[in-house]
C-alpha cells in the first residue's frame, strides 16, 4: 500500500502533467534546439568539401550542444511518463531498488524520480574512466620497460624519442625548464638521453689520438655550458652565488 494519499497523487500526477506540457512546448517552439536545422541554414555553404574542418568549428560546437541539450529534455519526458505509467498501476513512490518508500519532499522537488535518496545514481561519483587512460599508465603504456631491471632494450619510450626527433608540436615556451634553449632540449628525456657519449661535456671536447691538442666544438652543447658558466659567474661577482662564503 503506498505512503501517498490521493490527494498527494492528484497533486503529483498535475505536477507531472504541467512539466510534460512544459518540454513538449519548450522542444517544439525552439525546434528541438535547432537540431532540425541543416549546415547550409546555418553557414550558408552547399557543401564544406573545399572547406578546412576547422572553418565549421563553431557550427560543430553548437551543434554537439544542441544535441546534448536535445537528448537532456527527451530524458526527462521519458521519466516523466514513466512516473504517470507508476501512477497508473500504483507503484509510484517506491525506490526501484531499496522497495522502501520514497519521502514525500523528495517526490514534491522530483515528481518523476523512481528512487529514494540513498540509491539515486546522481548521488554516485562514477570511478569509470576510458580505456585509453588504463593502457596510457605508466607512459608508454605497455611497452615502457624503464621499470624493469631486467631489461634495457628498445621500448615504447625509444620509439617515441625517434619519431619526436622529427619535430612535435610543443615549442620551448612551453617548457616547464628554464634551461630550454631550442626544440632538441624538449624532447623525452633530452638530458639523459645522450647518443655517443656520457657526459655532455665531453660531445665538445676532443683531444688526438695521443691525448693532446685538445679542441672545443661549438655545438649546443658548448653554447648551453658557456651559458651556465657565464651565470655562474656573474652570481660570484655579485656575492650572490654558492662560492660566497
Not at 28 to 50: K, M, P, V, W, Y
Not at 89 to 104: L, S
Not at 186 to 201: I, S
Request: aromatic fraction near 10%; glycine fraction near 6%.
Amino acid at each position: 500500500m503506498t505512503h501517498l494519499s490521493q490527494h498527494d497523487l492528484h497533486e503529483l500526477k498535475t505536477k507531472l502533467l504541467e512539466q510534460k506540457k512544459d518540454f513538449e512546448n519548450r522542444l517544439c517552439d525552439n525546434g528541438h534546439f535547432g537540431i532540425q536545422a541543416s549546415l547550409r541554414d546555418t553557414t550558408g555553404e552547399l557543401s564544406t568539401n573545399d572547406n578546412h574542418p576547422a572553418d565549421v568549428g563553431s557550427e560543430m560546437f553548437e551543434r554537439s550542444k544542441d544535441l546534448a541539450l536535445n537528448e537532456q529534455e527527451e530524458y526527462r519526458l521519458t521519466r516523466i511518463d514513466e512516473a504517470l505509467e507508476r501512477i497508473e498501476n500504483g507503484t509510484y513512490g517506491i525506490c526501484e531498488t531499496c522497495g522502501q518508500p520514497i519521502d514525500k519532499e523528495r517526490l514534491y522537488a522530483l515528481p518523476e524520480t523512481k528512487y529514494c535518496k540513498a540509491h539515486s545514481p546522481q548521488s554516485f561519483v562514477s570511478q569509470r574512466r576510458p580505456i585509453e587512460e588504463v593502457f596510457l599508465d605508466p607512459p608508454f603504456g605497455r611497452t615502457s620497460m624503464d621499470d624493469r631491471e631486467d631489461q634495457n632494450g628498445f621500448d615504447g619510450e625509444d620509439a617515441w624519442q625517434i619519431v619526436e626527433s622529427y619535430g612535435s608540436s610543443n615549442t620551448p615556451a612551453m617548457g616547464e625548464s628554464s634551461e630550454i634553449d631550442d626544440y632538441n632540449d624538449m624532447e623525452v628525456e633530452a638530458d639523459n638521453e645522450l647518443d655517443g657519449f656520457v657526459e655532455p661535456y665531453e660531445s665538445f671536447v676532443a683531444t688526438d689520438i695521443y691525448g693532446n691538442n685538445p679542441v672545443f666544438y661549438r655545438n649546443a652543447f658548448y653554447r648551453k655550458h658557456m651559458k651556465a658558466t657565464k651565470h655562474l659567474a656573474s652570481e660570484d661577482s655579485l656575492g650572490t652565488g654558492s662560492n660566497k662564503y
